[in-house]
C-alpha cells in the first residue's frame, strides 16, 4: 500500500521569517498537495534563548500571506502534535535514553574549555576540526559517576570511524559521505534539550513525513540522521536537497547584501502571488519555458526531474520586473486601487504620519514634499553623510554596521528600542551623540529638518530603516572622501 504523501517546513522562530523558509515551504506544499497529500508547520524552537512568540506569528503570517496554508500546525493542531519542539521534551528524552541503552550514543561531560582546546590544536595541526571522542571509550559507569557528582553533560551520537554512508536523493542521485567527515554529534544539549539533529528525526518519523524537501546545506548533516533512523530501526524517508539561494556573486544570500525578510517584501509593496512565482522559478522550470504562473500551476507541472542544481540567483531586478507583470497584468484598477490602500495609504499608517508632521506644514500641498520620506523606499542618501565628523571611513563605516546588525536583533521596534539602540551604538562606537544622529537623521529621511528621529523611524517601520542603512552603506563602501587640497 502506497503511503499518503506528507512533507513539513520546520523554520525556527529566532528573527525575521526568511525567504529562504518562503522558498522551501513553497516545494514541499507544492509536492504534497500534486500528491494529495498533507502539509506541516513545525516550530523547531529548541534554542530557547534566541526564541521569541513574536517571530513565531512572523512565520505563520508570512507563510499564509504567500497562500500557502498548512493542514497541521501549532496554531491549528493536528493528530501527530505537539507541533512546537519546546512541547515534546519527555518524547526527545525517552527516545536519547533508547539510542543509550543500544549503544548508539553516549554521555559526555567534556568541558567547554576542554573542547576549545582540542579545537585549537586540531587547527594548529591543519586537522579537520570536530569532536576527538574523549568520552566514548570511557567506562559509562565513570562517566555516570561524575555527571551524578554534578558535571554537566550532553549525549553524542557514535558515528562509524571507517566506511561511507550512502543516501540516494531523489533529485540528486547517489549521495556517499565518507564516515570520517561524521563527528560525534551532540544529540542532547547540557540544558536537556534536543539538539536540531535528535528532534528533527524523531519528529519526522512520529509525524509520518514521506519527504524531507530541505536546502543543500543540510547533505552534510544527512548520514548523522540516517545513522539515526538505522539505529532506531525506522524506515527513512525519500530526501530532496534544493539548491540554496544565492547573491549575484554567488555567495548565499544574506541580509548584509539583500533584504533576506519576508516582511519586506510585504511591507514593500511586493505582490504575493508575484513572490510565489519568483521563488518557483528559483529552481524549477517549466517545459513550455513560461515565467509568469500561479501556484496551482506551479503544483501541477512540478518535477523533481527539472529541478535545476545551479544555484538560484536571488535577483531583486528580475523580481521587480515580475511583480510589475503581475501589477498591470493581474490586477484591475480596483484592485491596485486597494493595493495602494493596503501599502502606501493606509489608514492607521497615515494617522501616523499625520501626527508627525502635522505642526511642521502649512497647506495639504505641502505634506507631499515635506513627507516623503514617509513613502518612499530608498531615500538615496548622499554618501558623504556617513563619513562621520572626527571619524576616518573605516570607523564610520563599522559604526553604521553595528546599527545595522543591532537593528536586525530588535524584536521590538518601539521609539524606547530605537532610542537604546543608537545610544549603545555610540557609545560602543566611542562616538558623541551630535556626531551620529544627524548621519542617520540624513540616511532615514534624507531631510535635515524631519520630525523626531526615534518616532520618525518607528513609524516607518524596521524593514524600511535597516533596508535604507544597508542601501547607504552599500553606497558608502564605493565612495572615496575627497582629497584635501
Same mark, same amino acid.
Given at each position: 500500500?502506497?503511503?499518503?504523501?506528507?512533507?513539513?517546513?520546520?523554520?525556527?522562530?529566532?528573527?525575521?521569517?526568511?525567504?529562504?523558509?518562503?522558498?522551501?515551504?513553497?516545494?514541499?506544499?507544492?509536492?504534497?498537495?500534486?500528491?494529495?497529500?498533507?502539509?506541516?508547520?513545525?516550530?523547531?524552537?529548541?534554542?530557547?534563548?534566541?526564541?521569541?512568540?513574536?517571530?513565531?506569528?512572523?512565520?505563520?503570517?508570512?507563510?499564509?500571506?504567500?497562500?500557502?496554508?498548512?493542514?497541521?500546525?501549532?496554531?491549528?493542531?493536528?493528530?501527530?502534535?505537539?507541533?512546537?519542539?519546546?512541547?515534546?521534551?519527555?518524547?526527545?528524552?525517552?527516545?536519547?535514553?533508547?539510542?543509550?541503552?543500544?549503544?548508539?550514543?553516549?554521555?559526555?561531560?567534556?568541558?567547554?574549555?576542554?573542547?576549545?582546546?582540542?579545537?585549537?590544536?586540531?587547527?594548529?595541526?591543519?586537522?579537520?576540526?570536530?569532536?576527538?571522542?574523549?568520552?566514548?571509550?570511557?567506562?559509562?559507569?565513570?562517566?555516570?559517576?561524575?555527571?551524578?557528582?554534578?558535571?554537566?553533560?550532553?549525549?553524542?551520537?557514535?558515528?562509524?570511524?571507517?566506511?561511507?554512508?550512502?543516501?540516494?536523493?531523489?533529485?540528486?542521485?547517489?549521495?556517499?559521505?565518507?564516515?570520517?567527515?561524521?563527528?560525534?554529534?551532540?544529540?542532547?544539549?547540557?540544558?536537556?534539550?534536543?539538539?536540531?539533529?535528535?528532534?528533527?528525526?524523531?519528529?519526522?518519523?512520529?509525524?509520518?513525513?514521506?519527504?524531507?524537501?530541505?536546502?543543500?546545506?543540510?547533505?552534510?548533516?544527512?548520514?548523522?540522521?540516517?545513522?539515526?533512523?538505522?539505529?532506531?530501526?525506522?524506515?527513512?524517508?525519500?530526501?530532496?536537497?534544493?539548491?540554496?539561494?544565492?547573491?549575484?556573486?554567488?555567495?548565499?544570500?544574506?541580509?548584509?547584501?539583500?533584504?533576506?525578510?519576508?516582511?519586506?517584501?510585504?511591507?514593500?509593496?511586493?505582490?504575493?502571488?508575484?513572490?510565489?512565482?519568483?521563488?518557483?522559478?528559483?529552481?524549477?522550470?517549466?517545459?513550455?519555458?513560461?515565467?509568469?504562473?500561479?501556484?496551482?500551476?506551479?503544483?501541477?507541472?512540478?518535477?523533481?526531474?527539472?529541478?535545476?542544481?545551479? =544555484?538560484? +540567483?536571488?535577483?531583486?531586478? !528580475?523580481? %521587480?520586473? /515580475?511583480? #510589475?507583470?503581475?501589477?498591470? @497584468?493581474? &490586477?484591475?484598477?480596483?484592485?491596485?486601487?486597494?493595493?495602494?490602500?493596503?501599502?502606501?495609504?493606509?489608514?492607521?499608517?497615515?494617522?501616523?504620519?499625520?501626527?508627525?508632521?502635522?505642526?511642521?506644514?502649512?497647506?495639504?500641498?505641502?505634506?507631499?514634499?515635506?513627507?516623503?520620506?514617509?513613502?518612499? =523606499?530608498? +531615500?538615496?542618501?548622499?554618501? !558623504?553623510? %556617513?563619513? /562621520?565628523? #572626527?571619524?576616518?571611513?573605516? @570607523?564610520? &563605516?563599522?559604526?553604521?554596521?553595528?546599527?545595522?546588525?543591532?537593528?536586525?536583533?530588535?524584536?521590538?521596534?518601539?521609539?524606547?528600542?530605537?532610542?537604546?539602540?543608537?545610544?549603545?551604538?555610540?557609545?560602543?562606537?566611542?562616538?558623541?551623540?551630535?556626531?551620529?544622529?544627524?548621519?542617520?537623521?540624513?540616511?532615514?529621511?534624507?531631510?535635515?529638518?524631519?520630525?523626531?528621529?526615534?518616532?520618525?523611524?518607528?513609524?516607518?517601520?524596521?524593514?524600511?530603516?535597516?533596508?535604507?542603512?544597508?542601501?547607504?552603506?552599500?553606497?558608502?563602501?564605493?565612495?572615496?572622501?575627497?582629497?584635501?587640497?
Amino acid at each position: 500500500m502506497t503511503k499518503r504523501v506528507r512533507t513539513r517546513i520546520a523554520p525556527s522562530p529566532t528573527g525575521d521569517p526568511h525567504v529562504g523558509t518562503g522558498y522551501i515551504a513553497l516545494y514541499n506544499y507544492a509536492f504534497a498537495k500534486q500528491h494529495g497529500g498533507d502539509f506541516l508547520l513545525r516550530i523547531e524552537d529548541t534554542d530557547q534563548s534566541r526564541c521569541s512568540d513574536a517571530s513565531e506569528q512572523a512565520i505563520f503570517d508570512s507563510l499564509r500571506w504567500l497562500g500557502l496554508s498548512w493542514d497541521e500546525g501549532p496554531d491549528i493542531g493536528g493528530e501527530k502534535g505537539p507541533y512546537r519542539q519546546s512541547e515534546r521534551l519527555k518524547i526527545y528524552r525517552a527516545y536519547i535514553q533508547q539510542l543509550i541503552d543500544s549503544g548508539a550514543a553516549y554521555k559526555c561531560t567534556c568541558t567547554p574549555e576542554r573542547l576549545a582546546e582540542v579545537r585549537k590544536r586540531q587547527q594548529a595541526l591543519k586537522q579537520p576540526t570536530g569532536y576527538d571522542g574523549h568520552c566514548r571509550d570511557r567506562d559509562p559507569a565513570e562517566v555516570q559517576a561524575e555527571i551524578d557528582a554534578g558535571a554537566p553533560y550532553v549525549v553524542r551520537l557514535r558515528t562509524p570511524r571507517d566506511g561511507a554512508t550512502r543516501f540516494v536523493d531523489l533529485v540528486r542521485g547517489e549521495v556517499s559521505i565518507n564516515n570520517t567527515e561524521v563527528d560525534d554529534q551532540v544529540l542532547m544539549k547540557s540544558d536537556g534539550f534536543p539538539t536540531y539533529h535528535l528532534a528533527n528525526v524523531v519528529d519526522d518519523h512520529l509525524m509520518e513525513i514521506t519527504h524531507v524537501i530541505r536546502g543543500e546545506e543540510w547533505i552534510s548533516s544527512t548520514p548523522k540522521h540516517i545513522l539515526m533512523y538505522d539505529a532506531f530501526g525506522w524506515e527513512r524517508p525519500n530526501f530532496v536537497h534544493l539548491p540554496l539561494l544565492r547573491n549575484n556573486d554567488k555567495s548565499k544570500v544574506s541580509k548584509r547584501k539583500n533584504p533576506v525578510s519576508l516582511n519586506y517584501f510585504k511591507e514593500a509593496g511586493y505582490l504575493p502571488d508575484a513572490m510565489v512565482n519568483f521563488f518557483g522559478l528559483m529552481a524549477f522550470s517549466f517545459r513550455d519555458e513560461r515565467e509568469v504562473f500561479t501556484l496551482k500551476d506551479f503544483t501541477e507541472e512540478l518535477d523533481l526531474k527539472r529541478i535545476s542544481l545551479g =544555484g538560484p +540567483v536571488f535577483d531583486l531586478t !528580475k523580481l %521587480l520586473w /515580475l511583480n #510589475g507583470r503581475y501589477l498591470r @497584468e493581474q &490586477r484591475e484598477v480596483p484592485q491596485v486601487l486597494s493595493y495602494l490602500k493596503e501599502q502606501l495609504f493606509q489608514e492607521d499608517y497615515l494617522v501616523k504620519v499625520i501626527e508627525l508632521v502635522q505642526e511642521r506644514v502649512e497647506k495639504s500641498e505641502d505634506f507631499i514634499p515635506y513627507a516623503s520620506f514617509f513613502f518612499a =523606499g530608498d +531615500v538615496e542618501t548622499d554618501p !558623504k553623510w %556617513l563619513m /562621520l565628523k #572626527g571619524a576616518t571611513k573605516k @570607523e564610520s &563605516r563599522a559604526a553604521f554596521e553595528m546599527l545595522a546588525d543591532r537593528i536586525d536583533a530588535l524584536q521590538e521596534f518601539s521609539p524606547e528600542s530605537i532610542e537604546e539602540t543608537l545610544k549603545g551604538t555610540c557609545q560602543d562606537s566611542g562616538l558623541k551623540p551630535k556626531q551620529f544622529f544627524m548621519p542617520v537623521r540624513m540616511i532615514i529621511t534624507n531631510k535635515k529638518g524631519s520630525p523626531p528621529l526615534y518616532d520618525t523611524m518607528a513609524v516607518l517601520g524596521k524593514e524600511r530603516c535597516r533596508f535604507r542603512i544597508r542601501k547607504a552603506l552599500e553606497r558608502f563602501k564605493q565612495w572615496e572622501p575627497p582629497k584635501a587640497t
